[in-house]
Each structure stands twice: as structure tokens, then as C-alpha cells.
């Protein structure tokens, strides 16, 4: 090591001047560091990483050692990323000082900072010779003058970055590798050609489209039918794959086109000298206006139909490149989706979806995991300005995209799609599931989708915990009818033939908000008319889903629970209510019996009548994600607030523990039905607390056995009982081993 100023300055200016003025981009300029870094010290690999604020992650910038460090690690898409704590530079990031990979000191990770402020971390690599006190006094005047160089690089290139680009700072020219750290939202992985959905612009675009031609009145017509047969041919798709959603989601687009009016006006147009093009656009324009200044809401969401079918139309004629393409195999773009746009992209095989909001998509999250389409959430609007298709690659698991992925990514990611498919990750559970020390857990699942059940059948899933009834109500366009309901639920009790269903009541309003309720806006719909309220206050409409469910149960007992209870009056009315509609079949000759009635525990209000709860319900169930919301009064959809969302905060786990001994003592049957039954540093202490029922989402039932059959009973109520104890949220996730 070759040092003369060593503990003055490592880089010389010239080196400075050289390393800044011709460095076309960020990735030259790393390069450059690395070379001098290279040239001044004996190593043999040397990696830089960036922290990222809002990811709360170093992110992997350069490297002189690429063979064993592509960005897809055991399997997942990781895009080299590092969290605090994780591996040599997560402690390094997190300590703050200089840490070493092992013992013989080859591997050294010094924390870039300035002052106290992260700005990332250097990775050092020797082969043989360990790294000395010296070289530590090197790499410190080292790092400290790179902390300020690399600050200043990363607004300088901020927007023109390579592998790495701050949602928020960024430039739109896409022309290299970028990674981009999303939220999950969906798993799954899709590599396709981004399509934008934006459907406004999309329609203004139409307006400057030159007609090269004179198109004919026959030429319109023929693109209308063709038109129309793609439509029925999605909505055959539709009801083939997703029965239970299978409103006719194209039933306005249907309709338009087969309205006279519509048609008359057009030809009239035409007639009159009209390009054909140009007399649908006007006469459609016409539309929309009327449409847009309609007072009913329901009126007014036809706009994006006639918009959409438009653009089928116009694409169909004259092919433009602004009407729609065909979305199968692309990734869509798009800034906000209802759950029918999500039915469309799915029934026309999008390979996935990007969502660049920060918006709350809670709901569509959990559509998409039902439709098996790969979704990640972005709070990058602008990425919808692109106007080339982009290749991208999307991974729902870990919320990374990859935007122009290179040689090796694409590599990677179809080498992991092979392996996916040769071992697909679903697994049958066993029969009998047990902890590690023998006891008897049962394990259940949440479904939203018929798909859902049917992948849980397969999975030899204990039975179905949770039955989310609204997602049905959420895709279609108006209230489905007793008969419509009656036909879904008969498909659910009849793909679960031996084992308990539970279903759950119509659990709408916060952001389950239904297209045709949208006259009724609330300022706190999270704190307003959700849920049993909705149905109380809506009686016709409780009646018929209750009516429903009887019907397609007949003689085979099945589970009630009703969500968001929060008084001993909602439960008995609801109960009243189910009586009633029981009695009311038995007296026309229809089979029904009364099912077994349970409570959903989301509102902290039941804590205090626990005892007098227990003496009225079957069994109870634990809907944690909404419970914690309520206790901690935190919005669980807001990812800024999620640093408050803490299932493990003290009130939050001594209260499952109220719940649980209340259980216990009155022999009610307890489920736990929210994320938390999953989490594998919460399932300890929840079976600690005596909890014996599990109900997860298809994708983590493999997990959770896993977790459960690994877990001492006997170890687990230590955990519980020290957690229990402590008051302080660090102690306890000393005690779970959280980081
Ligand atoms: C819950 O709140 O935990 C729950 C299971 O219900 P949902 O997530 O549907 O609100
Ligand atoms: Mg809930």
C-alpha cells in the first residue's frame, strides 16, 4: 500500500477533476471511483452501495466482482439490495463503523457517512492478506471524502442513473438498466413490453390522429363487429376463469354498440361527408360530454367505457398506434385501476401489472393475488409518461422492477421461471398438522375468488377461514342479485364438500368502496358506515346475501361471522336477522338450518364485554389487520404511517391475549384471520397465547405449517409469557427477534 499523503487526502485534485468531468454517467463515474480506489490499495474486489432513504436500503451501485453477485439471490429477484443489519454492509450501515466479514478480517464494509447521515457503504475484498489498523485509518479518510463526492454525484446524475433511480428524482429517458425498489403487491414475476393504460390520454391522442384515407360507413361497421366479437370472447373468458366475478363486465361497451341512437347519429355523419373515424369521434364526444355532466355517478363512470370502447373501435379500423394493443404479455402501466379494470387485464392475459401510485390499493392488491397477476406499487406517477413500450420486468414478491433488464437479468429470471414451474411451490399440506412438541393446529385459508378455493382444494387446506363474500359485490356493477349470490356461494360449498367454510358477511365501505354505492361519501369511511353497519342499515340487502348463503348451504352446517362488530346490539341484530331469513325458508320448504354465528374481533370496544361475547357467539375470529388499525388508531393502507402500524405494540398482543384466555374459559372456538397468522415472528406468541386456528391467504399456507411444525409449544408460551410482560416495544422485539 502505496500511500504518501495517506492520512491526508487519498484522491488527488486531478483525480477529482477526471472523476467528475468525464464521467458521461453515474456508472462511469463509480467505475472510476473503483479504479482509484484499485490503484491506491492492494484488494481484489471492491463494491459500492448507496443508502436509499425511502426504501430504507443500501442499494448495490458498482462492482468490481460481478460473478457471485447477480442481483437475483436464492432464487428471489433482489436486485442486490441490503437491509440495516443485513450481512457485512447491513451491520456496517447500522453500527456506523467499519465491520469485517469474519475473523480472518479479508472481507472489510466501511460505512460511507456524512457526518451522521448515511450516504452508503464500500465493500473491500482481499484474498489473502487480512486488512490492518492502517488500512482502517486509510478507509476512513477514504469513505469520508467520498461521502461528499458521492452525495454530490447522486444529485448530479440523479436523473440519468443506471441500476438505481429515486422514485421522485428521476428523468424519463429510459434508455439504461435501471432497478427500482416498489411495494409488493402481488407475487409473481412478468417480462414484457410496458403497456401504458391511461385511458383519457389515450382517447385525446384519437383527436390528432390524419386520416390517410376515406373511410366508408361498411368499413365502420365491420370494425364495430369485430369489435363486438372480441368483446363477448373477454366476457366468455371471464366467466370461464373467474365464474364468481363474471358480472358482465363489458355489458355498458355491449350495450353502446348496440344502441340505435349511437349508430343513427353516426351514419348521419357519415352521410354528410364525415370521414367514419371522425363521425364516431364527434357523435362519441357528444356522448361523453353528456355523460360527464350527468349528476348520477353511475352515469358518470360510463365515460371510461365509451372512451375504452372507442379505442377498441378505432384500433380495429385504422390500427393506430394510440388505440388500444392487445395486453397480453405486457406489463400495464397504469396510475389507478378499479377492480373491473383488473377483470380486463387479467381476462385478456396481461402478464402483470405496475401500479404508480402511493394511493390506497389495499383491495386491489388482494384482487390481483386471487387473479394470479403479478402486481408491484410505485409512487412514481411519472412513470406513466413513457411513451414507448419499455421492457420490464416486474417481481411481486420483493416490489423490484427492473426497467431495460440486461443479458444477465433476463438470464436470471428465466432460469428462475423454469425452476418455478419445474417445482411449482404450492405443496400438499398433511392432514394432521402439529407443532414441533405434537400439538394439534388447524390450519385454514382466506379466500377473496373461487381460484382461490380451488388452489387451497388442491393444497388439502383444512377449510376456508375467512371468505371474503364482498369481492363479488366489488366487481360488478350493481347490487348482485339473491339468485346471482346463491349461484357462487353453491360453487364454494360444493368445492369445499368436507370441510368448514366460514363465511364472512358483506364487509364493505373504508376503501371497499362499491361503483354503484358511490352517491353515499363519507369523510372517514374507515370510521363510517363499514361492514355490519352497511348491512344493518341496509337490510333488503343483508337479507338477500344471507338468504344466499342458507340457500347454497341447505342441510350442510356451515360458519356465519360478521365483521366489524362493535356492541352486543350489532351482534343480536345481526343474529335476529339470520333467524328470520332461516325461518322464512324452512316456512316456503327450502332446506336450511341455522348456521353457527361468530364475531369478527376488529373493534377494540369488545375487549371490555369479552366474557358476554363469548356466552353469545359459536366461535370468534380475529381480523388483526383491522384490530390493529383500531387500536393504534393507524391507517393500515398508509405506507408513510406504517412505522406506527405495530402489530406487536404492547396493548395489541396483552389484548390477544384477553381474547384468548376469554376463549379458553368459555370453550369458544378461536380464529386468527388477519396477516398477523402468518407472520413467522408472530406465530410463536400466538400459539404461546393458546391460539389453535389459522387462517392465511393460499400463498402462505406452505409457510405458516412450516412455522408451526418447527415451533415448541412449550418454548413458544416462554416467549409469550416474556413478551407479555414488557411494556417497551423494543423489549419485545428483542423477545420475538424482530430487527
Ligand atoms: C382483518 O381485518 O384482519 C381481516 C381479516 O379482514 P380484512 O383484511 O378483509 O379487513
Ligand atoms: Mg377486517
Known amino acids: 500500500m502505496i500511500l504518501r499523503h495517506r492520512y491526508h487526502m487519498l484522491f488527488e485534485f486531478s483525480e477529482l477533476d477526471w472523476l467528475f468531468h468525464d464521467s458521461e454517467d453515474i456508472d462511469a463515474f463509480l467505475k472510476r471511483i473503483i479504479d482509484l480506489i484499485y490503484k491506491h490499495m492492494n484488494i481484489t474486489g471492491c463494491s459500492i452501495y448507496l443508502w436509499d432513504e425511502s426504501s430504507e436500503q443500501l442499494i448495490f451501485m458498482a462492482s468490481e466482482k460481478t460473478v457471485d453477485q447477480a442481483p437475483f439471490r436464492n432464487g428471489e429477484f433482489t436486485g442486490l439490495n441490503i437491509r440495516k443489519g443485513q450481512g457485512v454492509c447491513g451491520r456496517a450501515i447500522d453500527s456506523g463503523s467499519i465491520e469485517y466479514g469474519s475473523k480472518r478480517r479479508l472481507v472489510m464494509a466501511a460505512p460511507i457517512q456524512r457526518g451522521s447521515i448515511p450516504v452508503g457503504v464500500l465493500n473491500l475484498e482481499r484474498a489473502k492478506r487480512p486488512f490492518s489498523i492502517i488500512d482502517e485509518g486509510v478507509i476512513r479518510v477514504l469513505t469520508s471524502q467520498l461521502a461528499n463526492i458521492l452525495e454530490n454525484a447522486k444529485l448530479f446524475y440523479s436523473g440519468n442513473r443506471n441500476s438505481y433511480l429515486e422514485p421522485g428524482q428521476h428523468s424519463l429517458e429510459f434508455s439504461s438498466q435501471i432497478i427500482l425498489q416498489g411495494i409488493a403487491g402481488a407475487p409473481g414475476t412478468a417480462f414484457g413490453d410496458s403497456y401504458t393504460l391511461d385511458r383519457q390520454r389515450s382517447f385525446t391522442e384519437l383527436r ?11 368499413e365502420l361497421e365491420k370494425a364495430i363487429e369485430k369489435t363486438e366479437e372480441q368483446l363477448l370472447e373477454l366476457q366468455k373468458n371471464v366467466e370461464e376463469n373467474l365464474s364468481d366475478s363474471a ?47 350527468s349528476e348520477n355517478p353511475f352515469v358518470k363512470e ?12 378505432f384500433s380495429n379500423m385504422i390500427g393506430d398506434s394510440s388505440a388500444p394493443v392487445n395486453v397480453e404479455g405486457r406489463v400495464v402501466i397504469s396510475k389507478s385501476l378499479y377492480p373491473s379494470d383488473m377483470l380486463m387485464l387479467a381476462s385478456e392475459k396481461a402478464a402483470g401489472i405496475l401500479l404508480v401510485t402511493g394511493g390506497i390499493t389495499a383491495h386491489i392488491a388482494i384482487l390481483a393475488q386471487s387473479l394470479k397477476m403479478p402486481l408491484v406499487i410505485i409512487d412514481f406517477p411519472d412513470l406513466i409518461k413513457t411513451d414507448k413500450p419499455l421492457p420490464i420486468l416486474i417481481d411481486g414478491q420483493t416490489g423490484k422492477l427492473c426497467i431495460n433488464p440486461g443479458k444477465r437479468i433476463i438470464m436470471e429470471f428465466q432460469s428462475i421461471q423454469a425452476d418455478r414451474q419445474a417445482n411449482p411451490e404450492e405443496m400438499m399440506l398433511p392432514d394432521l398438522i402439529t407443532s414441533r412438541d405434537g400439538t394439534r393446529v388447524n390450519l385454514f385459508t382466506n379466500i377473496n375468488l373461487i381460484p382461490d378455493l380451488e388452489e387451497a382444494m388442491r393444497m388439502n387446506a383444512g377449510g376456508v377461514g375467512l371468505y371474503r363474500t364482498e369481492f363479488p359485490f366489488l366487481l360488478r356493477s350493481s347490487f348482485p342479485t339473491e339468485e346471482e349470490q346463491y349461484a357462487v356461494y353453491k360453487q364454494v360449498i360444493e368445492l369445499a364438500p368436507d370441510k368448514p367454510i366460514t363465511f364472512r358477511t358483506l364487509d364493505v365501505g373504508g376503501d371497499k368502496i362499491l361503483s354503484y354505492y358511490k352517491d353515499y361519501t363519507e369523510e372517514n369511511p374507515f370510521l363510517g358506515l363499514r361492514s355490519i353497519r352497511f348491512c344493518l342499515k341496509n337490510p333488503a340487502v343483508f337479507r338477500q346475501q344471507l338468504r344466499a348463503i342458507l340457500r347454497a348451504a341447505g342441510k350442510r352446517k356451515i360458519k356465519l361471522m360478521f365483521p366489524m362488530i362493535s356492541t352486543m346490539e350489532e351482534l343480536r341484530s345481526a343474529r335476529v336477522l339470520v333467524q328470520e331469513c332461516h325461518e322464512d325458508l324452512q316456512m316456503s320448504g327450502i332446506p336450511s338450518i341455522m348456521p353457527e354465528i361468530g364475531a369478527m374481533i376488529e373493534i377494540p370496544s369488545l375487549l371490555g364485554i369479552l366474557d358476554h361475547l363469548c356466552d353469545e357467539v359459536d366461535f370468534l375470529s380475529i381480523g388483526s389487520n383491522d384490530f390493529v388499525q383500531y387500536m393504534l388508531a393507524v391507517d393500515r393502507n398508509n405506507e408513510k404511517m406504517s412505522e406506527y402500524y405495530v402489530p406487536h405494540n404492547p396493548s395489541v398482543l396483552r389484548a390477544l391475549n384477553q381474547i384468548a384466555e376469554a376463549c379458553i374459559k368459555h370453550n369458544v372456538e378461536l380464529t386468527i384471520c388477519g ?9 410463536p406468541f400466538l400459539l404461546g397465547i393458546g391460539i389453535r386456528q389459522f387462517s392465511v391467504s393460499t400463498s402462505f399456507l406452505n409457510q405458516t405449517q412450516r412455522i408451526i411444525s418447527e415451533t415448541s409449544i412449550t418454548e413458544a408460551e416462554i416467549i409469550a409469557d416474556a413478551a407479555l410482560e414488557h411494556s417497551s416495544i423494543y423489549e419485545i422485539e428483542r423477545i420475538l427477534g424482530i430487527s
Not at 302 to 313: H, S, T
Request: aromatic content about 8%; glycine content about 2%.
Open 208 to 218: 390528432r390522429i390524419k386520416y390517410d384515407k376515406v373511410y366508408t360507413l361498411g
Open 675 to 683: 396477516e398477523m397468522a402468518h407472520q413467522k415472528e408472530y406465530l
Open 247 to 293: 358480472s358482465l363486465i363489458f355489458t355498458s361497451h355491449l350495450l353502446i354498440l348496440k344502441d340505435n341512437s349511437f349508430r343513427t347519429e353516426i351514419k348521419t355523419r357519415i352521410n354528410n361527408g364525415n370521414n367514419a373515424p371522425a363521425a364516431l369521434l364527434a357523435v362519441t364526444e357528444n356522448y361523453i360530454k353528456a355523460f360527464s355532466e
Open 302 to 313: 360510463k365515460v371510461e367505457d365509451l372512451e375504452d370502447l372507442v379505442q377498441r373501435i
